[in-house]
């Protein structure tokens, strides 16, 4: 059984950085995409990034130029700069079955079949 464990949140300032990782565990899997999603108090989970096993990446409008994924093998990382209020919000990683298993677009929550429990990144204004 494969599980994601995320790490690296907290609560930063207001133009800060932070780093969250994500790590699978449990099993052997060969993921396409992984991703990042987030949920903030009282919205629905949103796409945020989201990387190919060649590295190609793909961003929500709203992170775009601030936040950059990195990937390795089945880890992956989010930097995040210049953090705004609005970023606040748990941090979810995402991981589908690889292909041919896999469909969808990638930033719909349907394609991903492994999520992590989330990680709490707070920013302050």
């Known amino acids: 059984q494969v599980h994601l464990v995320e790490s690296g949140g907290g609560l930063v300032q207001a133009g800060d950085s932070l780093s969250l990782s994500c790590a699978a565990s449990?099993?052997?899997?060969?993921?396409?995409?992984m991703a990042w999603f987030r949920q903030a108090p009282g919205k629905e989970r949103e796409f945020v990034t989201a990387?190919?096993?060649?590295?190609i990446t793909y961003y929500a409008d709203s992170v775009k130029g601030r936040f950059t994924i990195f990937r390795d093998n089945a880890k992956i990382n989010l930097q995040m700069n210049s953090l705004k209020a609005e970023d606040t919000a748990v941090y979810y990683c995402?991981?589908?079955?690889?292909?041919?298993?896999?469909?969808?677009?990638?930033?719909?929550?349907?394609?991903?079949?492994?999520w992590g429990q989330g990680t709490q990144v707070t920013v302050s204004s």
């Open positions: 995402a991981a589908d079955q690889g292909l041919p298993y896999s469909s969808g677009i990638y930033s719909a929550q349907t394609r991903y079949n492994y």
């Open positions: 449990g099993g052997t899997f060969s993921p396409y995409f």
């Open positions: 990387t190919t096993t060649t590295g």
